[in-house]
């Protein structure tokens, strides 16, 4: 078959074929070549032409035939003496389409004659007697020639073949509609484009012709085809968009529908007008009239064609028989023929039933459907039925058959025309109703498929008018049984139309708008049915011409009534929602801004309709659901109340706590717009006093505001304070004002009680909002008038007290080039222009802006203030250049300067001490300054030129390298480890020679520079001295950073990947080697850095004080003279010395890591290694006789190795050194190469034997083919070579295969073999075969032969047969398995059997061998395997056995004291397994069940072996056990032997053993146990340790006893758990007298520890202290009490033996004595103690140790270091001598160090207690005198400050709290007196105070005075707000609770003490030195704690602060 040409085509075939599983691809290309071509012309046309000329359609069928062909076979050779008849060859239904290989030789013959059977082949020659090989062997030759030929015959078959059609046009076959056919269709009217691409893929082929065609399959009549596919598919498909898409587009169409993408893009699109959107909405509507059009239409012609077939097909026919004569001439001689008539009468008759039938059939038929449109299809399909039947009527046969009848006055024809009278009553009565009812089709079809309700609302008054004229005027529609069906249909219709619609699960799930829309359509539609029918009834009626309209309500309105209501239910839901969703809007969360609670509320609203959605069980619109419905609206109704409720409460709750009022009087007026529930809106409206009290709490929060910030308001960015309260202020005097005017819209709102009320409070705040404005106001332009002029009398510059100047941030507009910038710590000058002033300027500016007249001077300055701009920047300008040029110099360069500098601060003198801001000559002042800054900055910048060329050059220097590596060589080369190196030295000592060139410049540049400060050019001045050896440091620096910069380069250079040079490996020997080695490399490193540690010789040091180079010095000891440099000063830097052990140790570790890296390397010494031995180690090879696969994978290892030597680098970069493998490589593969030629000639060699041998046995097996068979054993020899030859066939074929494998083997791996090597080889394959080819020639040729000897041979088949039998029965009576359970005449008995079976089967295999020789079946003998397959078995089962027997005889023999269980129980368990893993038939025999039982009780008793074998048996145990077994053997360990054991039968004995076994094993335990107990305590021992105090030996004491106590525990518990055992007989005393013991013990070290403990406290107390002279008696028996416990400590060091130490004689009872005596000891000590503490009560503050190291020391320091503790913040006391030479205590120090001396010293002699005391009470008496003192001498002769230095800090608070309380007091007396100012002034005064409080504190104070004044800093804030609180309350008199609420000082004339007073609270001072104690900030809480406390403790209560952490609570108390 050719190829197709045209891709079109192809694309069609592809199509045809699988359409019409066609699978021969020839098919269609003959197609195209039959009748020259044409088929293929139409086809080109079909796809060339345009369809509009042309038939668009083609269709293609096949068909199925048989064609007769001759066909030439080949004729088989025949193997047999006679010739039988071939069977007659079978047809061939459908031949391979390619002739079979060797059968088919000649091309097909067409037209061949056909025979019945083809001739039989002819029969082969018979054959001739054998001849032997000398005599006639032409002949022989010749005939054997002559049978190889192939012979041939011919034979006729028939051929089953298929054909392909086409056709175009009309032109179709009668039989189409019995095909199946496929139709390819024209999509278009072009032609069909060819595919662009010639290669195109089948899917990009498709995909381009579906653009063209389109194509089905048909099969059968095509009416049913065309309705299957009507009915399946388009008629579902639309139906389905239409309820989809139709019934939602009343509005607007869905989104996803058609509709919806005609009437609108995107719905989304907000921009469009309306105008556009309606013109859409009406394109969309009208695309679905289209549609539903469309749908009717396709209907209509559907049902066409449903008659069209119906009256095709009919369901009656009136047929005349064949036999009836139906001829019209002689109509009257016909009917005088009797049996014509009655031939005629039956038919007529059978005519007539059939029509009775079908009109009886069509009137008990109903229409198919609920809907009015089933009405219509069933007039329709009943006219067509009966007009059908009456075209047959009419037919001429029935007319002329009828007349004859009446001719023969035959009542058949009256009764034939009675029932077609019947036939056309109904014929008539359909065809009327069909007529008229199509009238009414139009409507009904709108009913039913009407896209929207709208539809169906324009429908029904028309229709209902059609009814009535229907009615009116049709014969049969007239009455009620027509009329009244086809009305329930119609209103079943319009409630399926509305229910499949208004789902009720899933209607709300719309938008409400849509929803009411629906719902509202919906009841109007089923309302307008129930009108129009009313109205057209009434119509009826008012004509009174016709039958009225009495048909029965409930069946046509009922559920139409009802499902109205339920619509409206519907409607009135959303409607429900709809207002919810209005009132719960986003206006309301604006105003409430409880976004949350509507949310919830909203949730709510949602689930209002959830029980709709989730309806099931019941159909809302069927009526009998009423009360399921009812029950649901009434649960929405209650659930509406509840959010009704909600709702109203939410509200109320909303507008109580409303954030904005005005919001919601905004929201109120809005709400009037709104449409929501009544109940809602009229609640809102009822809110106006909730927002009027909203108003007043706004106000109240403005107040609030007010008051809470007016003392310190919030400020907007850049406001300053006053203008910025003001403006503070005003905003919230605005924000209720506005609201208050929006207010009075509503007149009767404001004239309410509630309304008044708010504008009385409106008034009430503005009020005192003006106040504080005026307020504010006035104070400024007071301070104005005071401070501005002092202000601008400060000067212009200022020395900053502290290192930094910081000045606090203002907001005074553009004052901020004004403000002291932060400088850094060389600040020395500062522009005193204060912040105070630029503030000044910003007030006047904002309050003029705000309205207010400011004062003249301020006016005035605010004026000026770019002049003061200007100054100020032009100060800072010359200070910012003046501290620039004095900070750019280093220490060195200041020192060299230092007489300009003073010059400077000269000129600058003016500007800090006569200069202010009202002078008149500053521009001079700036200028003369500015100008000698400039000549100072010039001098600078010189010199700081100098100094950076110096810089550079030793710059230059430290940056310069040393280790320059050489630049790469040809293709990139690295050099060699010794040239790298050469190259480096090379550079480095021209790079040095630069180096010191700049060196020596260096000197010259620093004698320039003396030019310009000293004007002298010597190189020595003094006044450079230091200047000089700065610069000589940092030449050394330079050097030093030379060094080891280039150090840590170099080891850069060397860690890291890039190769600085390279080595190579070698292969020497079959070592792998580096080149130059390690050593070599690490001594060039080694060189290379010594060089460089010698760069600094090069570099010659400066004289002393100069800047000239030291000349050469001569030095004893040296030849010449020595050079001073840097050398030695760098080069043992231990840095650098560090650096350059890291070089060397990381250039060891990078050759390390190359060594490493060559280990993989070492692999291949192993191929190196079997080098040296390759010979032994090719024959230890050759002893295996490897095959050709072992070969291969020799050659294939050595290969792959020689592929991976190859794979490798050749080199390798480790940090900086390149290794080179290439010569290391090359060696390697040179040795696997010779291993593949050694390997491959070993290979050649054994081959070539194979091949000789295999070619040998060949010619050997030919030549024996070739014995004449004269005899019979010649014949066997014969059949046996040709058996041999089958037998080996597989053998020598894969022989064969070897022997080619391996030769392209050899080839493969390029080994030499000889050319007639090659061609042996490749002659064995033909050689074979034609070996086998004679085997089958002479195995033909000797059958007959074979014949003759066969039935001998089946004569001794059947004689052993019998033998076998017997011997089968023999072996089944007297064989090994009848012997039970004698196992051992078994074994006897199965060997006896065994070699008569050997016998036999000797005869099987030898009959075997003639059955295979005669071509016999091979006699299977089932018997004999049978036989073996048990012998099989048995000797499987009983060779285990006899196994088994040895090991147990071996074991036998084993001494019991040598018994080793796990050896037995493995053995016998290794015997079990091996029986078990025999096959399932064999463990089943009985032997192999006796043997099983053997062996496990044989198991079960190694268990009792092990058990006796338990080291708890002593010798009763083994009396016991020979007295229970009745059986006695002698124990001797060198006699007793398994043997014994097993004679016991010990399984017998199972439970015994068990029980002894037991026994022994527990009382084993309890031995153990009690061992162990006595192990433990005969080795147990205390721990006894020295007991130092201090550094004095003080005796022994036991160390830790807590694991002693653990064990002894433990070992208790042990004893007692052992004596409860039953098993403790044997050891019961031993168990009672160690349990005793350890209770003993037990008790002994509880005591001795309590002993101890209390030993070691009193001993410290009583011995050596003065504690003894206070209580001798307690310390005379301590002493007793010492006695024994050292003499006790002193035995147990002797023997720390626990157990004999506690059980020494009358230790426990000595040792209670002991505790006894300390515990009377220490009862003394504590009384003692506590008499102390009574005398001095703070001895109760230290411990009792503490107290008794104070009570046990004469020396009164003792007491320094508990001072602490007894006195608050007290460190120490100051002792000194007194006059008579005692020690007093003079003075007390705090903890800062701050003495308060007492004014009589106090002498510390005598008990501690009492000058404790007298301390005590002087500390309080001197602190009274010195704060009286200090009271008396305040600001007396020095200032106030001054007069704080000059006492304590407590003191110095208590001071000044008592002349603030007088002078406070002091000024309410002026004010009374009529100086009203006199508060004021005296807060200025405190201010003042504080002012010069603070500048004290920047002064350099001592870290106490510095405490001191910041704690009164702390006192002195507080005291001033106090102050500037009655101020600002007006608070003028000393009676008022503001003042009395104060804590206050006052110093009683008439008791001389200090008192504090608060409230009516009074206490006097403690006089308590507490030294420096910080003071926190005091807070109004702090304030009310003293006025809480203070009246606590005058009504004699208590007091608990409570608050916060860290606001002071425990302070103030």
């Given amino acids: 078959m050719g190829d197709i040409d045209d891709e079109r085509i192809v694309w069609v075939r592809d199509r045809t074929h699988r359409a019409l599983a066609i699978k021969q691809p020839e098919v269609f290309a003959e197609f195209l070549q039959r009748d020259d071509g044409k088929f293929e012309r139409d086809l080109q046309d079909f796809l060339n032409e345009p369809t509009d000329e042309s038939s668009p359609s083609i269709l293609f069928y096949k068909r199925d035939k048989t064609r007769e062909e001759e066909v030439e076979v080949e004729i088989e050779p025949s193997v047999h003496e006679e010739p039988e008849p071939e069977p007659e060859p079978e047809p061939v239904p459908e031949p391979d389409p390619e002739p079979e290989k060797g059968k088919k030789k000649g091309k097909e013959k067409k037209g061949a004659k056909k025979k019945e059977e083809p001739p039989p082949p002819p029969p082969p020659p018979e054959p001739e007697p054998p001849t032997k090989p000398d005599e006639d062997g032409g002949e022989t030759e010749q005939q054997e020639e002559e049978e190889k030929k192939p012979r041939f015959e011919i034979v006729i078959r028939k051929v089953q073949y298929t054909e392909l059609y086409m056709c175009r046009g009309s032109n179709y076959p009668d039989d189409i509609a019995q095909l199946k056919c496929i139709v390819f269709t024209r999509a278009g009217k072009g032609m069909v484009e060819l595919p662009p691409n010639d290669k195109m893929s089948r899917a990009e082929l498709n995909k381009h ?20 596919m009507m009915e399946n598919v388009y008629m579902p498909l639309m139906q389905y968009y239409a309820q989809k898409y139709g019934d939602t587009a009343s509005s607007q169409p869905p989104e996803s529908s058609p509709a919806a993408a005609a009437a609108a893009e995107d719905e989304d699109e907000e921009e469009l007008d309306e105008e556009t959107k309606q013109a859409r909405l009406l394109e969309a509507r009208n695309r679905l009239l289209l549609r539903d059009d469309f749908v009717m239409h396709l209907s209509k012609f559907r049902n066409s064609m449903l008659r069209t077939m119906h009256q095709l097909e009919g369901e009656v026919r009136l047929d005349v028989p064949p036999e009836v004569d139906i001829n019209k001439q002689n109509v009257e001689e016909k009917v005088k023929d009797k049996k014509l008539v009655n031939q005629i009468e039956k038919v007529v008759t059978d005519w007539k039933n059939q029509i009775a039938s079908a009109v009886e059939t069509l009137k008990k038929k109903e229409p198919i459907g609920n809907g009015p449109l089933a009405e219509i299809e069933f007039w329709r399909e009943k006219n067509a039925s009966l007009s059908a039947l009456m075209e047959q009527v009419k037919l001429p046969d029935v007319a002329l058959f009828v007349q004859m009848l009446k001719l023969a006055d035959n009542p058949a024809a009256i009764e034939f025309e009675a029932a077609n009278a019947e036939l056309v009553a109904e014929h008539t009565e359909a065809k009327d109703n069909v007529r008229f009812l199509t009238t009414l089709e139009r409507h009904f079809k709108n009913l039913t498929q009407g896209s929207t309700f709208a539809v169906l609302i324009d429908t029904i008054p028309s229709m209902m008018n059609a009814l009535r004229m229907v009615w009116i005027i049709s014969r049969h529609y007239n009455k009620d049984d027509r009329m009244v069906p086809l009305m329930k249909r119609i209103a079943w219709e319009l409630a399926n139309r509305v229910s499949s619609v208004v789902v009720i699960n899933d209607i709300f799930n719309k938008k409400t708008p849509e929803i009411l829309q629906l719902a509202h359509e919906a009841k109007k539609t089923l309302e307008l049915w129930n009108e129009s029918y009313l109205e057209v009834r009434a119509r009826i009626e008012a004509s009174g011409r016709d039958a009225r309209w009495e048909f029965p309500k409930n069946d046509l309105f009922l559920k139409t009534n009802y499902m109205a209501g339920i619509c409206n239910d519907i409607a009135s839901v959303a409607q429900v929602l709809q207002e919810f969703y209005n009132f719960f809007g986003p206006e309301l969360i604006a105003v409430t801004g409880d976004s949350r609670k509507i949310e919830l509320v909203l949730v709510r609203v949602e689930n209002l309709v959830k029980p709709m959605k989730e309806i099931s069980g019941f159909d809302v619109f069927n009526p009998s659901s009423r009360p399921q419905w009812v029950q649901v609206m009434e649960k929405f109704k209650q659930e509406v109340g509840y959010i009704e409720n909600e709702a109203k409460q939410f509200i109320d709750e909303s507008f109580a706590k409303l954030r904005s009022a005005e919001a919601a009087f905004d929201m109120l007026l809005n709400f009037k717009h709104i449409k929501s529930r009544k109940v809602i809106n009229d609640l809102l409206m009822q809110k106006f006093n909730d927002i009027l009290q909203a108003y007043m709490k706004e106000v109240e929060t403005m107040d609030a505001m007010f008051q809470e910030g007016k003392n310190d308001p919030p400020l907007n960015k850049c406001q300053p304070p006053v203008a910025g309260a003001i403006a503070w202020e005003r905003s919230l005097f605005h924000r209720i004002k506005h609201t208050i005017i929006r207010f009075q819209q509503v007149e009767e709102m404001m004239q309410s009680e509630i309304g008044k009320l708010a504008r009385e409070k409106y008034l009430g705040v503005g009020r005192q909002m003006k106040a504080y404005q005026d307020k504010k106001w006035e104070e400024w332009r007071e301070m104005v008038e005071d401070r501005l002029p002092i202000l601008l009398k400060r000067n212009l510059l200022k020395q900053p007290t502290q290192h930094s100047v910081k000045t606090p941030h203002t907001a005074a507009g553009n004052q901020s080039a004004m403000q002291n910038p932060v400088e850094d710590e060389e600040v020395q000058y500062v522009v005193d222009f204060v912040p105070e002033l630029g503030e000044i300027i910003a007030e006047t500016k904002y309050l003029e802006s705000l309205g207010f007249v400011v004062p003249e001077m301020a006016r005035n300055v605010a004026l000026q203030e770019e002049k003061y701009i200007k100054y100020v920047d032009q100060l800072k300008s010359m200070l910012k250049q003046y501290h620039s040029a004095v900070c750019s110099l280093n220490d060195a360069e200041s020192q060299l300067l230092d007489e300009h500098l003073k010059e400077l601060k000269r000129i600058l003198k003016p500007g800090v001490i006569r200069l202010n801001w009202n002078s008149l000559g500053i521009s001079d002042f700036i200028h003369k300054c500015s100008s000698n800054i400039g000549k100072f900055e010039s001098l600078v910048n010189q010199i700081q030129k100098n100094a950076r060329d110096v810089e550079n050059r030793l710059l230059t220097i430290e940056c310069t390298s040393l280790f320059k590596a050489p630049p790469a060589g040809y293709m990139g080369q690295l050099p060699s480890v010794k040239n790298f190196f050469d190259h480096v030295e090379k550079e480095r000592v021209s790079d040095v020679e630069t180096m010191v060139r700049k060196y020596r410049a260096i000197g010259p540049l620093l004698t320039k520079m003396e030019g310009l400060v000293v004007h002298t050019n010597t190189g020595k001045s003094p006044r450079l001295h230091a200047y000089y050896a700065y610069w000589e440091k940092k030449a050394f620096d330079s050097i030093t950073n030379l060094v080891t910069n280039n150090l840590k380069r170099f080891i850069k250079m060397v860690t890291s990947l890039k190769p600085l040079f390279q080595i190579e490996v070698n292969l020497v020997g079959s070592e792998i080697l580096l080149s130059p080695p390690a050593p070599e490399i690490e001594k060039q490193l080694q060189n290379n850095l010594r060089d460089c540690m010698e760069v600094p010789k090069h570099f010659v040091r400066w004289m002393r004080g100069t800047c000239i180079e030291c000349p050469p010095q001569n030095v004893e000891g040296e030849d010449e003279p020595v050079l001073y440099s840097f050398y030695n000063d760098v080069a043992f830097n231990p840095v650098i010395m560090d650096l350059t052990s890291e070089v060397q140790h990381s250039m060891s570790k990078i050759l390390l890591s190359g060594q490493k890296y060559l280990s993989p390397w070492n692999k291949f010494k192993k191929l190196l290694k079997i080098d040296k031995d390759k010979e032994s180690e090719l024959e230890k090879i050759m002893l295996k006789k490897p095959t050709t696969l072992t070969f291969d994978k020799y050659m294939q290892s050595y290969l792959e190795t020689e592929k991976v030597i190859q794979a490798r680098q050749t080199s390798k970069v480790i940090n900086c050194l390149m290794m080179n493998l290439e010569p290391l490589a090359f060696a390697l593969q040179e040795y696997a190469k010779s291993w593949i030629r050694d390997l491959g000639q070993k290979l050649h060699e054994q081959i070539r034997q194979v091949l000789l041998e295999l070619e040998a046995e060949l010619d050997q097996l030919a030549e024996d083919l070739l014995l004449s068979p004269d005899q019979l054993e010649d014949l066997k020899s014969v059949l046996s070579t040709i058996s041999k030859i089958k037998s080996i066939s597989l053998r020598v074929e894969m022989t064969i295969v070897d022997i080619q494998e391996a030769y392209r083997t050899l080839l493969m791996y390029q080994v030499e073999v000889p050319a007639e090597e090659l061609q042996q080889q490749a002659q064995l394959t033909p050689k074979w075969e034609a070996l086998q080819l004679d085997g089958k020639k002479i195995d033909a040729r000797l059958i007959p032969t074979k014949k003759k000897f066969t039935q001998i041979t089946i004569t001794d088949i059947a004689a052993f047969g019998e033998k076998l039998r017997a011997f089968q029965e023999k072996f089944q009576l007297e064989g090994p398995g009848s ?103 064999v463990k089943n025999l009985p032997v192999a069940h006796t043997v099983e039982a053997r062996m496990r009780e044989f198991k079960d008793s190694i268990p009792l072996f092990a058990d006796l074998k338990n080291e708890a048996l002593r010798e009763r145990h083994w009396k016991e056990l020979m007295r229970k077994t009745e059986k006695t053997f002698d124990m001797n360990p060198d006699t007793f032997t398994l043997q014994n054991l097993f004679a016991m039968e010990l399984h017998n004995y199972i439970e015994t053993i068990g029980e002894i076994v037991g026994t022994a094993m527990k009382e084993l335990s309890i031995e153990k146990g009690v061992r162990e107990v006595e192990d433990t305590w005969e080795s147990m021992k205390f721990n006894v340790i020295k007991y130092m105090k201090g550094t004095s030996e003080r005796g022994f004491i036991l160390g830790s006893c807590d694991e002693i106590l653990q064990v002894l525990d433990d070992n208790a518990m042990n004893l007692q ?277 603070v500048v004290k504190v920047r002064s350099n104070l001592t870290p106490n005075d510095r405490s001191k004044f910041n704690s009164v800093l702390i006192i002195e804030v507080h005291a001033r707000d106090i102050v500037d609180g009655f101020v600002r309350d007006s608070i003028m008199d000393a009676k008022e609770f503001k003042w009395e609420s104060q804590l206050r000082f006052y110093w009683m004339r008439d008791t001389d003490e200090l008192t504090i007073q608060q409230c009516t609270g009074q206490f006097g001072y403690g006089y308590e030195y507490m030294g420096l104690n910080g003071r926190l900030v005091i807070t109004p809480l702090t304030d009310r704690i003293y006025l809480t406390l203070t009246q606590a403790l005058n009504m004699y209560l208590g007091g608990a602060p409570a608050g916060p952490a860290g606001t002071g609570k425990t302070e103030t108390t």
């Fill in 1379 to 1481: 012997v039970g359970n004698d196992l051992d005449r078994g074994v006897s008995v199965l060997a006896a059997f065994q070699k008569e079976f050997d016998e036999y089967e000797a005869q099987r295999q030898e009959l075997g061998n003639a059955e295979k020789l005669f071509d016999l079946p091979i006699t299977p003998y089932p018997e004999l395997l049978e036989v073996q397959k048990q012998i099989k078995g048995m000797d499987q089962v009983y060779s285990i056995y006899k196994k088994q027997k040895v090991a147990r005889d071996e074991w036998a023999q084993t001494l019991w004291v040598n018994l080793n269980i796990e050896q037995l129980q493995r053995g016998i368990e290794d015997f079990i397994k091996e029986l078990k893993r025999l096959p399932r038939d």
């Fill in 1617 to 1893: 758990s052992m004596s409860a055992s039953r098993f403790v007989a044997a050891f019961l005393d031993r168990v009672q007298k160690w349990e005793k013991s350890l209770s003993h013990i037990s008790e002994v070290i509880e005591i001795w520890m309590v002993v101890q403990r209390k030993w070691m406290y009193l001993e410290g107390i009583f011995i050596g202290g003065d504690i003894r002279a206070q209580l001798p008696d307690e310390a005379r028996k301590f002493d007793t009490i010492d006695k024994i416990f050292r003499k006790i400590m002193g035995e147990t060091v002797n023997n720390p033996n626990i157990r004999d130490t506690c059980h020494a004689e009358n230790r426990l009872q000595e040792l209670e004595m002991l505790s006894d005596g300390l515990e009377r000891c220490q009862k003394s000590l504590n009384d003692y103690l506590d008499s102390k503490r009574n005398a001095f009560p703070r001895f109760f503050f230290i411990s009792d140790d503490e107290l008794l190291s104070i009570l046990g020391s004469s020396d009164p320091n003792c007491v320094q270091e508990h001072m602490i503790k007894m006195y608050d913040n007290i460190a120490s006391l100051q002792f000194e001598p007194g006059n008579n030479g005692e020690n007093t205590a003079t003075a007390m120090v705090s903890a800062e160090k701050e003495y308060m001396y007492f004014r009589k010293p106090v002498p510390t002699e005598g008990r501690v207690e009492e000058w404790m005391t007298a301390v005590l009470a002087e500390m309080r008496r001197s602190n009274r005198l010195i704060t009286k003192e200090a009271v008396f001498r305040y600001c007396e002769s020095t200032s106030r400050v001054d007069w704080m230095l000059l006492y304590q800090g407590m003191v110095v608070l208590a001071g000044n709290q008592i002349w603030w309380t007088w002078e406070v007091e002091d000024t309410f007396q002026k004010v009374k007196k009529g100086h009203k100012l006199a508060l004021k002034q005296y807060a200025q005064k405190m201010t003042q105070q504080l002012d010069d409080l």
């Fill in 209 to 228: 012709m579906m653009k063209y065609f389109e194509w089905f399959t048909m099969k059968g009549p095509s009416l049913h085809n065309l309705n299957d």
